[in-house]
């Protein structure tokens, strides 16, 4: 870790950069744009030789990308799952993940399957998620994304926040959970 803000070698960078020699997404990237449906197209941000050089070991350890025809699936699993704080995010991230994906193979979106084991809630949060599950639901929003991205190099190099809209997004007041480690 290079300071306080920095994770140092978790997720994106062994998803990128594993034992400084393998971009384990851009394979699986290359063999679903090729039409390859290999059941080894998995990306692990678990890598015990560098579990010292991460703040956290990964909680969302694994992903595996699988092809239906022209149709992309993806799932993940996480080994430990903080149900009000990090699912949420980890729910959409995955889901955005399998979107971009689709998109720069020339993929139709599939479905995403998400395993999780340890999942909780702490006890300073259950007052907040009796609030979370007696309130109403809304409509989903949807998301648009820049047809111009067409690539892992689009993503790397020109692509921005103002690529992306979610539409018809509605929520319902913010609920502060407590973080507890």
Aim: aromatic share 10%; with cysteine.
């Amino acid at each position: 870790r290079s300071g306080e803000d920095d994770l140092g070698r978790i997720y994106g960078v062994q998803a990128r950069d594993w034992n400084g020699e393998v971009d384990q997404l851009k394979i699986a990237i290359d063999k679903i744009s090729n039409g390859i449906d290999d059941r080894r197209m998995i990306v692990t941000h678990w890598n015990p030789g560098e579990l010292d050089r991460m703040a956290l070991a990964p909680c969302h350890l694994l992903y595996q990308f699988g092809l239906r025809g022209d149709t992309l699936d993806l799932c993940m699993y996480q080994r430990s799952a903080d149900i009000p704080l990090g699912v949420p995010s980890n729910i959409a991230s995955y889901a955005l993940l399998l979107t971009l994906v689709a998109q720069i193979t020339n993929k139709k979106v599939g479905t995403f399957t998400h395993f999780l084991w340890n999942s909780h809630f702490y006890e300073n949060q259950l007052p907040f998620v009796d609030e979370l599950i007696n309130r109403p639901s809304f409509e989903p929003p949807t998301l648009s994304i820049n047809p111009d991205i067409k690539s892992l190099i689009d993503l790397e190099t020109w692509v921005t926040v103002d690529d992306f809209s979610i539409n018809n997004y509605t929520s319902g007041t913010a609920i502060k959970f407590p973080f507890s480690e």
